[in-house]
């Protein structure tokens, strides 16, 4: 089954090893100065209700977002079912609980250990993988600078009904990506300049080698998370049908706003995970890892320590060229030397 580093929401599965207590937050005050939001138009919301102290079980459900080298945050838990947030400022040795987006579901973008912006469907479901039927194409914004302590309703312009609103990707306090599915057409990216008060469509994705879009209900391309590198972007599409099995990489130079094909991923069933603009990582069972150093001109076997019992390809995200995570049904594996090797840390909220 393919996965996708939207942040990855799906469940994940490995038993973790022992780790660093889980230090729920004594008050959801600010955690951390609180700069002037780039893109608030409302009122702060109300927070969600104070983090539990109960254990989560393994298997369960753990979704990485890796914004810097030291911070990194986790989804962990089913949302529907009540998933929490944590925050840890040191690569995942120690974790800080904090509050969830008072909407959910919510797929959620940090871009270090205080600020961050929740897409939140309007309408019944989140967003889902592209493939399944497009229940909220119309979405909204929150906004937080204090590490989820209080959020702001944003009323961003630009985003419409259109396309469903899936991957979310925030490079700094300005820059925005949404990614754009379109059961009948072919998928965009949406950006934002202003802190997510505003949104442009980039032009429709060209069909890559060997694949043609069949709208109507036929075949079309979804389109991953954003990954950025300087005046580089770099994102993964699929065809929306499961069946075809591959893996495209498309590239922007002008900020988003037109997309063109890279490459074809070598291992159909396992997401790409971006560690530079050149260097790209398909993470999977020993022996069957591959890599490109060349921005997608060429892959090749690539070898690593990464092992997991479960017969899940893991969603893989790096923070920078050497910090990465790797997540199945709960687990979460790290790397320190770019994807060389990785050890297990403990889940937050699960011991």
């Known amino acids: 089954m393919r996965r996708f580093a939207v942040w990855a929401l799906a469940a994940l599965a490995v038993a973790c090893s022992a780790g660093p207590s889980v230090t729920a937050s004594p008050s959801l005050a600010v955690a951390s100065p609180t700069p002037t939001p780039a893109a608030t138009t409302a009122a702060p919301t109300a927070t969600a209700a104070s983090p539990s102290p109960t254990l989560i079980p393994l298997p369960s459900a753990a979704q990485i977002d890796a914004s810097s080298g030291s911070s990194v945050w986790a989804i962990v838990g089913e949302q529907a079912t009540g998933a929490r947030l944590f925050r840890s400022t040191d690569r995942g040795d120690s974790w800080q609980e904090r509050p969830m987006p008072p909407s959910l579901p919510a797929v959620v973008s940090f871009i270090d250990d205080h600020e961050g912006w929740a897409l939140v469907p309007q309408g ?178 690539y070898a690593t320590t990464y092992s997991q019992a479960a017969p899940t390809a893991p969603s893989v995200v790096f923070a920078d060229a050497q910090v990465g995570y790797a997540t199945v049904r709960g687990g979460i594996q790290r790397t320190l030397d770019g994807g060389v090797h990785w050890m297990y840390i403990g889940t937050p909220g699960t011991f």
């Open 124 to 301: 019944v479901g989140v967003p889902p993988p592209p493939g399944g039927a497009c229940t909220a194409p119309t979405v909204t914004l929150q906004h937080t600078t204090d590490a989820g302590g209080t959020w702001q309703q944003l009323a961003p312009t630009g985003l419409g009904s259109g396309p469903c609103k899936g991957s979310l990707r925030f490079t700094d306090a300005q820059r925005g990506f949404i990614g754009g599915y379109d059961p009948n057409g072919s998928p965009v990216v949406y950006r934002s300049a202003d802190g997510g008060r505003t949104w442009i469509a980039s032009r429709a994705f060209p069909d890559p080698p060997g694949f043609t879009t069949r709208t109507g209900g036929g075949t079309t391309l979804g389109v991953g998370r954003v990954g950025s590198f300087g005046t580089t972007l770099v994102i993964t599409a699929f065809p929306t049908n499961p069946a075809t099995g591959t893996i495209y990489i498309y590239r922007s130079t002008d900020a988003g706003a037109t997309w063109t094909y890279a490459s074809t991923a070598p291992n159909p069933f396992q997401d790409v995970a971006f560690v530079t603009a050149t260097r790209w990582l398909q993470i999977s069972s020993p022996g069957d890892s591959k890599e490109t150093t060349d921005g997608g001109a060429g892959w090749h076997a």
